[in-house]
């Protein structure tokens, strides 16, 4: 059956330093791979999406990888700041959309 | 403002009840979807609609219904709710299903008794 899963629960990291999210997947062919941020009580926010024809994307602080190869994608989010303290789903899709369970990320000052 | 808007916010009602929790889209977007999000689950798509009168099922189908009279609303219709039921709800929105982002509304925290 198909699977998506992200690499921990929660993770902690200081500030100023760069957090990495992974985002595995198994038995799917996805065309794409988005990313959301989720807050406490409110609804995910899009931050970025890749294509399958893509190896690398960017904006401002974010970069993502997707390796269909290896079927995964990784979301580096570079000179963290509390304010990035959320949790991060990634989010895999044709038609249909299948998220993962999320990271839950704190940075701490 | 864009947005998607879902009502009510938060339910508490008893097993077997029939209830609709509407969602409404400003965009004109043509697709549009239901999602669940439970602890260590994540999101789980119940339906999605890729357009007016066009709906499929997602994962989580049972115990739902939707409709698509209109581009704008996609209700969520639980006809007999059940406590397994209980979640919490997000509808979402965006231009077409393939490449698009979603924009999804604040949620409808529904308890089932």
């Known amino acids: 059956s198909q699977k998506i899963e992200q690499n921990s629960e929660a993770l902690n990291i200081q500030e100023g330093k760069t957090a990495t999210l992974t985002c595995n997947y198994t038995?799917?062919?996805?065309?794409?791979l988005q990313w959301y941020r989720q807050d406490p009580g409110r609804g995910p926010v899009f931050l970025l999406l890749?294509?399958?024809?893509?190896k690398e994307k960017r904006k401002e602080r974010l970069k993502v990888t997707f390796d269909t190869t290896l079927k995964q994608s990784l979301f580096h989010i570079t000179a963290s700041q509390p304010a990035d303290s959320a949790t991060y789903l990634c989010?895999?899709?044709?038609?249909?959309?299948?998220f993962g369970a999320g990271t839950r990320l704190t940075v701490k000052p | 403002e864009a947005q998607v808007t879902q009502n009510p916010r938060y339910l508490i009602t008893v097993t077997g009840k029939k209830l609709t929790v509407t969602c409404s889209q400003n965009?004109?977007?043509?697709?549009m979807s239901w999602y669940r999000q439970d602890p260590g689950l994540g999101l789980r798509q119940i339906y999605y609609?890729?357009?007016?009168?066009?709906?499929d099922k997602g994962d989580v189908p049972e115990g739902y219904k939707v409709s698509r009279k209109e581009k704008r609303n996609f209700p969520l219709i639980l006809e007999s709710p059940s406590p397994n039921q209980t979640s919490l709800y997000f509808c979402?929105?965006?231009?077409?299903?393939?490449?698009?982002?979603?924009?999804f509304g604040d949620g409808t925290r529904l308890s089932i008794l």
């Open positions: 890749i294509r399958e024809n893509e």
């Open positions: 979402a929105s965006s231009r077409g299903a393939d490449n698009q982002p979603q924009h």
């Open positions: 609609s890729m357009n007016v009168e066009v709906t």
């Open positions: 965009m004109n977007h043509e697709y």
């Open positions: 989010a895999l899709g044709n038609n249909d959309m299948r």
């Open positions: 038995n799917y062919s996805p065309a794409y």
